[in-house]
Nanobody
Framework: QVQLVESGGGLVQAGGSLRLSCAASGRTFSTYRMGWFRQAPGKEREFVAAISRSGASTYYVDFVKGRFTISRDNAKNTVYLQMNKLQPEDTAVYYC?????????????????WGQGTQVTVSS
């Protein structure tokens, strides 16, 4: 099993940046593919970005391409989400997720482990 703890959320003005971190417990972090999801009030949880176990492959949903970057440091058991040019519509609780299968996962059902989430609020 792996436990995930997100941090780095907060309040930012439109056009600003935030970097989210997700720290994982355990010594086998490099065997988990990782993903970031978000959920806005009254909406379903949606996929944002994914990264493969080695970090060599990444995938983004269209509406964050060119603005968000997912990365990982397997030595630090941490995955990051750098978010630039934030807009009010990016306001949501952001969750990181982990799964032991190879490749990239873009659906919530493709992940077995979830963090508790971190709130990101973008003001206009």
């Amino acid at each position: 099993q792996v436990q995930l703890v997100e941090s780095g959320g907060g309040l930012v003005q439109a056009g600003g940046s935030l970097r989210l971190s997700c720290a994982a417990s355990g010594r086998t972090f490099s065997t988990y593919r990782m993903g970031w999801f978000r959920q806005a009030p009254g909406k379903e949880r949606e996929f944002v970005a994914a990264i493969s176990r080695s970090g060599a492959s990444t995938y983004y949903v269209d509406f964050v391409k060119g603005r968000f970057t997912i990365s990982r440091d397997n030595a630090k058991n941490t995955v990051y989400l750098q978010m630039n040019k934030l807009q009010p519509e990016d306001t949501a609780v952001y969750y990181c997720a982990a799964d032991g299968r190879p490749g990239l996962g873009t659906g919530a059902l493709e992940y077995d482990y979830w963090g508790q989430g971190t709130q990101v609020t973008v003001s206009s």
